[in-house]
């Protein structure tokens, strides 16, 4: 169970400050959103394909517009903190006390605890393979959970991500916005950037709490039956928090969870596009870090030596066959050497131990098991037959499930990522070799994810394009964990819009169903 509101709305006057800059919407939202929204959910499941769906998504779509410079100056001030995994304090911050300017008080904090400090390193935002130096690390935490709705079943859950990237931020400035304002949301953290678009999830989701907020009635009712689960998880670049929010029970906790929505900002597909797919949408994945021991001496007697560099690079060699020939064909596989590690730089002298790290990916957690096992038997073998021993071997504290998009959830999701995109209807797209940490959120409960094309207008040059308030002709294709990445601020409203069509028509769905069954 997470912790009630504590102390970490504690700071030293830097938030009062960056509030200043938020543009709240001057104006009430329209009235007609609230009616909308209550003559969809009271209307039978024939009217809801016409005339009251079409006014709802009307409206959608018009007050995510409205609100478009309330969720650019949020993203700015998100974008100047960057936190790495579990740290996310001064992030946490800026959404409670957003939540709470909005009139939300009943937020908890205390989600995500870094129940591995000795393993996941926070003040590097890396992953920790040897763990006897003790790191003295934050405690993490810093997510927030809050329930809007009756509190009553049924509950969906829709997700963003906190932290933030090691990475020195290079996004350029625009030739005419050089010196102007636009520097004041590059990062304030030196070594620290968002450069995986964690800001913008935050303030997609900031803003779709907003809207859901003032359906509010003056009773305290809502026009939707059920509960939204609104959450904010810190530690998804590599530290797994979203395992710990699930142990901690985001998904069990009363209501329990039946459905669970995130999205991604992808920038290999044009801005205005809605990725999604039935099944392995992301990949399963670990990491790992073997040790192969030999025998060291002086490099002009090699005989009298057992080289690791030598075995090291025949295991590069030999594990290549671990997909190509361990693998069903049919299925797809990836095994990346990222780093080998012996002796101390000496040219004279064949080190003793040699210390090889990477990672391994597949598109089912079976798939995964499978390369795991193979790993360690090529590199035994490999060690033995160079006169060494694999000395040790360490796999990730959590590895990656694949993220899978639930099949019976299909035809909602497909249709609310229609609603959305500039087409009409939803890009169709492969599964990525990438993973993501929702992968834990989806083995518990029905679950969909999507990719957020933020690459350009698809008028041209993606690459030329780019949203013409922050960003002018920056490009926004830029991969991601790119240190010149850039974001279209443009993709926003549309990230609103998609998670107000999953909640509202996830629970229609839910309701009609529950009546059925009885």
Not at 129 to 147: I, L
Not at 214 to 225: D, H, Q, V
Not at 234 to 251: D, I, N, Q, S
Request: negative net charge; aromatic residues 6%; glycine residues 10%.
């Amino acid at each position: 169970m997470a912790e009630e509101k504590k102390d970490d709305n504690h700071h030293d006057g830097w938030l009062d400050d960056e509030m200043k800059g938020i543009q709240w919407p001057i104006d009430q939202i329209e009235i007609s959103l609230k009616q909308a929204a209550q003559s969809f959910f009271e209307s039978s499941a024939t009217e809801t394909a016409t005339t009251n769906d079409d006014v709802l998504q009307s409206c959608i779509n018009n007050q995510s517009v409205s609100i478009e410079p309330f969720l650019i100056s949020i993203r700015r001030v998100l974008h100047r903190y960057p936190e790495l995994m579990y740290q996310e304090r001064m992030t946490s911050q800026i959404v409670q006390r957003i939540l709470t300017d909005m009139g939300i008080t009943n937020y908890t904090v205390g989600w995500a605890k870094n129940i591995h400090s000795k393993y996941y390193n926070p003040s590097t935002g890396k992953v920790v393979q040897t763990t006897e130096k003790g790191e003295q690390n934050d405690g993490g935490g810093h997510g927030v959970v809050v329930d809007i709705g009756s509190g009553q079943e049924p509950c969906i859950l829709l997700r963003a991500d906190m932290d933030a990237l090691p990475i020195v931020e290079e996004t350029p400035l625009p030739p005419d916005q050089q010196g102007s304002d636009t520097a004041k949301f590059h990062s304030n953290h030196h070594g620290k950037m968002h450069a995986c678009g964690h800001d913008a999830h935050m303030t997609m989701l900031l803003g779709a709490t907003y809207l859901i907020k003032s359906l509010e009635e003056s009773n305290g009712e809502f026009p939707f039956p059920g509960t939204i689960r609104i959450i904010f998880q810190p530690a998804e670049e590599g530290g797994a928090g979203a395992k710990r929010m699930r142990e901690e029970g985001v998904l069990s906790n009363f209501p329990p969870v039946k459905y669970a929505f995130g999205m991604h900002v992808w920038p290999t597909l044009l801005s205005g596009q809605v990725g999604f797919r039935s099944g392995a949408m992301l990949a399963a994945q670990d990491n790992f870090t073997l040790v192969l021991d030999g025998v060291g001496g002086h490099a002009a007697f090699p005989h009298l030596c057992r080289d690791p560099v030598v075995a090291s690079a025949a295991f590069v060699m030999n594990v290549q066959t671990l997909v190509s020939r361990g693998m069903n064909p049919l299925e797809s596989g990836v095994v990346s050497i990222t780093h080998i590690d012996a002796g101390d730089g000496a040219h004279n002298v064949i080190p003793a131990k040699a210390t090889i790290r990477g990672t391994i990916r597949a598109l089912s957690d079976d798939a995964l098991s499978q390369l795991r096992e193979g790993l360690i038997h090529i590199a035994t073998k490999t060690a033995e037959a160079h006169g060494l021993s694999l000395a040790s071997s360490e796999f990730a504290k959590d590895s990656y499930p694949a993220t899978m998009n639930d099949d019976g959830l299909f035809p909602l999701a497909s249709k609310c990522a229609g609603l959305v995109s500039g087409s009409g209807k939803h890009t169709p797209v492969d599964p990525t070799m990438g993973a993501e940490d929702f992968g834990y959120l989806a083995q518990g409960v029905p679950a969909a994810f999507f990719f957020l094309g933020q690459g350009g207008d698809g008028n041209g040059d993606a690459a030329q394009s780019g949203c013409g308030k922050c960003c002018g002709r920056v490009p926004t294709n830029l991969g991601l964990h790119h240190p010149e990445f850039n974001l279209d601020e443009e993709v926003l409203k549309r990230g609103v819009a998609l998670f107000l069509n999953l909640a509202f028509r996830s629970l229609k769905e839910l309701n009609e169903t529950g009546e059925d069954e009885e």
